[in-house]
């Protein structure tokens, strides 16, 4: 029996590399992991090149442009990646009959809110990036109905830049460190959700459109970076801060928390704690 093929964009980024990892425990599908210099997002004709080559089952978008404070400036960049060439891989899906899981994020919302987003919540970006991604949202499931778009927030992983490694950087270089209080969601470990994706392109009956994906819990960035001392053991003193006093680039939203229950509910998908997850991540960490 031919074995459908997969293909992962981005695949050295945080989601592509976990992705990279875990892919041996799904042989029944036929793994393609392709990284910028293999499929540009920048370039159609490398978009459609991969599609011609692989003539893939499922297309798992796992490449952005990511640099949410840079955004703000190197628009027409992030515009063409983030919500163009989205557009036009969807495009490519609906022509091949490919199935497309694309990523997007929690900065669609204002956060405004004080109750978890829902899949279907008024959206409103307050920074270039995300409303780069929620455009990317919008042609994607306009040009193909075959999508599943993925809303994650607050990732981190043993690979690439985060929030987990910066605070163990930071706490190993100085004596104390301020971190925001002031900004409310949730962590979500990459390796969790690369698992939640295997799960949903295995999953025997697919359901399309949108839905959420971060680990359980409500904390600060502060929260965050306090649990991160605890289980590293670090003596570096922590101190909470406003966004006031931490100003960005970009803006941030303030109360960003994802409602995860379609995903429950359509994929029996369960995230587990955020707490949980970090400890896990930070023993990969430390044995680095
Ligand atoms: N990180 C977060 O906190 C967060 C939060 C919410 C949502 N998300 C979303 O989750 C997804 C995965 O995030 P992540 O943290 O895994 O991202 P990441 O680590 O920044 O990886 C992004 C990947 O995209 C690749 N890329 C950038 N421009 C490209 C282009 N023109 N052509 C091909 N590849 C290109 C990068 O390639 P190089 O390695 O060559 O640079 C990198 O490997 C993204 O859609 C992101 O928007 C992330």
């Known amino acids: 029996m031919i074995k459908p ?4 964009s981005g695949k050295n980024g945080q989601v592509g590399s976990e992705l990279l990892l875990l892919h041996v425990s799904y042989p029944q599908f036929n793994w393609v992991f392709l990284a910028r210099e293999d499929l540009d997002l920048f370039s159609e004709n490398s978009i459609s090149k991969a599609f011609q080559e692989h003539r893939p ?3 798992i978008n796992c490449a952005a442009y990511t640099a949410v404070d840079k955004a703000e400036e190197e628009r027409g ?3 063409k990646i983030n919500a163009e060439a989205v557009g036009f891989i969807a495009q490519k899906c609906k022509a091949f009959d490919t199935i497309l899981i694309h990523l997007s994020t929690d900065y669609v919302f204002d956060g405004t809110g004080s109750s978890p987003y829902r899949t279907d919540g008024e959206t409103n970006p307050v920074n270039f990036y995300g409303f780069t991604k929620l455009e990317g949202e919008k042609l994607a499931l306009q040009n193909n109905k075959q999508t599943i778009i993925i809303r994650t927030a607050w990732v981190y992983s ?5 929030f987990v490694k910066t605070m163990l950087r ?3 270089e100085r004596p104390e460190i301020s971190v925001v209080n002031d900004q409310i969601g949730s962590p979500t470990y990459a390796r969790d959700l690369a698992l939640a994706i295997a799960e949903i392109i295995s999953s025997e009956k697919k359901h399309f459109g949108t839905y959420h994906y971060t680990n359980q819990g409500v904390i600060s960035w502060y929260d965050f970076a306090i649990a991160i001392k605890e289980i590293s053991g670090s003596g570096c003193k922590v101190n909470a801060i406003t966004t006031a006093q931490f100003p960005t680039p970009a803006k941030r939203p303030h109360y960003s928390v994802l409602d995860n229950l379609d995903l ?3 994929y029996h998908i369960q995230p587990r704690s955020w707490k949980v997850a970090l400890q896990e991540c930070m023993k990969y960490l430390q044995r680095l």
């Open 5 to 8: 093929t997969v293909i992962v």
């Open 77 to 79: 960049l992030a515009e």
């Open 170 to 172: 930071l706490m190993n």
């Open 264 to 266: 429950q509910k359509d």
């Open 158 to 162: 043993v690979f690439g830049k985060n």
């Open 57 to 59: 089952k499922y297309f």
